[in-house]
């Protein structure tokens, strides 16, 4: 089926969609093909009711005005919205945004991993967030799954559907527990991402969360702490990270009120 445009560009005139490529907690991400054979994928909201319609309609303007803002190769790009009018698709209705195709799969299949396959991509995106947060935004869902790789192997973050300007009300129905601090803040806070990278780049190293899926529901294994990370001979600065993210994981004021430079310094120095 054919999805009408919103925007001027030309190219989203005469989408058309195809199967599914995945679901997320909030939304149903479709395939999509323009007339000139280009491949896409569109984002549409999971519909509840007409008050979730109209509040789910509101997200995806927000997200889409958050990806329009920012210019980084390791954030996804979006294109802009269309419309499909109801019952013209089972799987599909409303407003859907137009995004590129990503086919490279998850970070999840890089935990555990060799750090010399890891740790360039955890670099990337720890470079991606650092960009957000002077760009005055949180992404406020950082997780493997929310990182797809391109077909060239360069990772990208999607799902902003969290997101939030830094000093921002915060919604706290959302995000991942395992990624989430203890303490969450009532305003968005770049504390938030430092935290969810600790734990990402934990995962990544152990093959492993630091703390179980989880976390708020296990305080002793807070208390008790968290497998150290195991050094890698030959690989030269890890021992630097791994303190960076114990401090992180361990919240301590002065690791998470310094951003993510010590973080960013410390993955690409390793060598």
């Not at 909030?26 to 491949?39: F, T």
């Not at 192997?153 to 009300?169: E, Q, S, T, V």
């Not at 630097?240 to 919240?251: F, G, K, P, Q, Y």
């Amino acid at each position: 089926m054919r999805a009408n445009d919103t925007t001027s560009d030309r190219f989203l005139k005469g989408l058309t969609l195809g199967g599914p490529l995945g679901r997320g907690g909030m939304s149903r991400i479709r395939e999509a093909a323009s007339a000139d054979g280009r491949r896409f994928a569109v984002k549409f909201p999971d519909l509840d009711g007409r008050a979730g319609r109209a509040a789910s309609r509101a997200l995806l303007h927000r997200e889409f005005g958050y990806l329009s803002e920012i210019s980084q190769p390791n954030v996804v790009k979006a294109f802009g919205l269309v419309r499909v009018p109801d019952g013209r698709d089972e799987l599909a209705s409303g407003l859907g945004m137009v995004m590129e195709y990503l086919d490279g799969g998850d970070l999840v299949s890089l935990a555990g991993g060799p750090p010399r396959i890891w740790v360039p991509v955890a670099a990337r995106i720890v470079r991606a967030v650092d960009h957000l947060h002077r760009s005055g935004i949180v992404h406020r869902d950082l997780k493997p799954r929310n990182i797809l790789m391109r077909s060239g192997g360069m990772p990208c973050l999607i799902d902003f559907a969290m997101a939030a300007r830094i000093g921002g009300k915060a919604p706290t129905d959302g995000g991942t527990a395992a990624y989430l601090r203890r303490k969450p803040e009532r305003y968005a806070d770049a504390a938030e991402d430092i935290y969810a990278l600790a734990v990402l780049v934990h995962e990544l190293w152990a093959g492993d969360l630091p703390f179980g899926r989880f976390p708020r529901l296990a305080h002793g294994e807070r208390r008790r702490g968290f497998p150290a990370l195991r050094p890698v001979p030959g690989m030269r600065g890890l021992s630097v990270v791994a303190e960076v993210v114990t401090d992180i994981l361990n919240e301590r004021d002065a690791a998470l009120s310094k951003g993510v430079g010590p973080l960013r310094h410390a993955l690409e120095s390793v060598g």
